[in-house]
């Protein structure tokens, strides 16, 4: 089964579909990540202001984390394989990386966040 791994930046939550101002490439993400999931890919995000231990335990994050610093992120790896950094991928990107066809994305409203 295909693994999906995200290291996001500094966030006010998971999502970072939360605060007063959505970024809407998040919003848009945040659909994303649900159609991976509900494709079967196992999709696990991670948060370095909430979850600082997945960047130390991981050589290739903390390799680029030392080398170029929180400007790398977010990583999106694939199997372990980096696939992206600096920037979010879109759906078509998602899919060609997973083999899976992309469909219309759809996206999480700021309301329907885990933040409220």
Sequence with gaps: MT???VFDPPQCCASGVCGPSVDPKLSK???????LRHSGVTVNRYNLSQQPGAFVENATIQGILEKEGE??????????????????PDREQLAQWTGLEAEC???VSPGNSCCG
Excluded: H, I, N, R
Aim: glycine share 12%.
């Design 71 to 88: 400007g790398a992120l977010p990583v999106f790896l694939v199997d372990g394989e980096v696939k992206s950094q600096g920037a979010y």
């Design 29 to 35: 993400l945040a659909g994303d990540l649900a159609w």
């Design 3 to 5: 693994e999906v791994t």
């Design 105 to 107: 994305s759809t996206s």
